[in-house]
């Protein structure tokens, strides 16, 4: 392995960083970061804090001072080729006068697609694709409502030793504890929607929105509620239905709570009940969502993970409490096995202990 690719390798794990810091608030767009150096310094950083603002290439440009001749731009994302709301980034980048141009991935976009690159070969700068794997996987939502028309999907769960997430009167908070909870902010700020059940907000009135004062200061996007109440069951009074919340029904496309004001919730009809999931995603897709965590009770989780469907989730964060709640309980998804061959397999990618709790993350075999 040569000493020219661990540096630029390097690099671009560090414009990966910046990228981190504006995962929370630039969709529908993808996290970019961007380093420049020019004879071994440091001379720029910059990343996208917000759709509609500038790129990653210009902040760092600007960071630069305006004066990247001759330098090495490394960027997390293969730079744009398409005049949007901003400017192409392939273009600025020309204009700028940089001598390379080194990509963590490329962008999946049509409008991009390796356009973003051959522009800049055009202009005589050279070009490195490494295509890394983290720098793959900082965009996965992005390229997921890209390529499949729908977002990446993340369940949450939190359950007892015994598989239950509430007692049989519905009791539930709390299973786990408060280090769980915090996590479970930082899932939600990380989401640009949250899909939870009628079920859920009938038992628990949650609110489902990012509370948490660090969250809060980095400017996070809240995300969009959705709840699933075909029947439009849900009070009047829960707290979830505010502006922000899509209430997704079977009732007609002119039905609605007669207990809220009009225009206090957005609502999408569909025909059958239960809801059409695939559907909806895709739905949730053309609104510009690229991740989606699913925070429900038994029958909503249960659908996301039943056998009978090929499975519609790309990632499940699993809180695990040390406590025992016996068969008078809520198992964790409502949905029947006729036979152990059925049951969708995962693979265990990262465990860890959240204060008492297990946290075990998996992906679908």
């Not at 970019?32 to 950083?45: A, D, L, T, W």
């Not at 996007?221 to 075909?230: E, W």
């Not at 989606?292 to 409490?321: H, Q, R, T, Y």
Request: glycine share 10%.
């Amino acid at each position: 392995m040569s000493s020219m690719y661990l540096s630029d390798t390097l690099f671009v794990r560090a414009a990966l960083e910046l990228a981190a810091h504006g995962r929370n608030t630039c969709a529908p767009n993808p996290p970019v970061g961007c380093i420049i150096v020019r004879q071994g310094e440091v001379i720029g950083r910059g990343y996208h804090k917000k759709a509609g603002e500038a790129h990653a290439e210009v902040n760092a440009i600007a960071d630069a001072g305006g004066d990247v001749a001759g330098a090495t731009v490394y960027v997390s994302l293969e730079p744009c080729a398409f005049v949007g709301r901003t400017p192409a980034c392939a273009q600025t980048l020309i204009d700028a006068g940089v001598a390379r141009v080194v990509v963590g991935a490329g962008d999946p976009h049509p409008q991009v697609a390796g356009k973003g690159a051959d522009m800049l070969r055009e202009a005589g700068i050279e070009v490195v694709m490494l295509e890394l794997a983290e720098a793959q996987s900082m965009i996965a939502g992005f390229v997921s409502r890209i390529m499949r028309k729908r977002p990446r999907v993340v369940l949450k769960s939190a359950s007892s030793l015994d598989g239950a997430v509430a007692l049989a009167s519905g009791q539930s908070q709390w299973i786990t504890g408060p280090q769980a909870r915090v996590q479970v902010q930082a899932l939600r700020a990380g989401c640009d929607a949250v899909i939870t059940g009628a079920g859920t907000v009938i038992a628990d009135n949650p609110q489902l929105n990012v509370r948490d004062p660090q969250l809060l200061m980095t400017g996070v996007q809240q995300p969009l509620r959705v709840v699933l109440d075909p029947k439009l069951r849900v009070p009047g009074s829960s707290q979830i239905l505010s502006p922000g919340t899509l209430v997704v029904h079977a009732k007609g496309p002119d039905a609605c709570y007669a207990d809220i004001p009009a225009g206090q919730v957005e609502y999408l009809a569909f025909e059958e009940d239960p809801i059409d999931l695939p559907l909806l995603l895709e739905a949730l897709a053309e609104r510009g969502c690229n991740n989606v965590l699913v925070e429900a009770g038994p029958a909503v989780l249960g659908s996301f993970l039943s056998p009978n469907k090929v499975p519609l989730w790309d990632e499940w964060v699993c809180f695990i409490a040390p406590k025992v709640l016996g068969s008078a309980s809520q198992t964790l998804a409502a949905f029947t096995l006729g036979d152990l061959a059925q049951a969708h397999a995962a693979n265990i990618v990262e465990r860890a202990m959240v204060g008492e709790d297990l946290c075990l993350r998996l992906v679908p075999q």
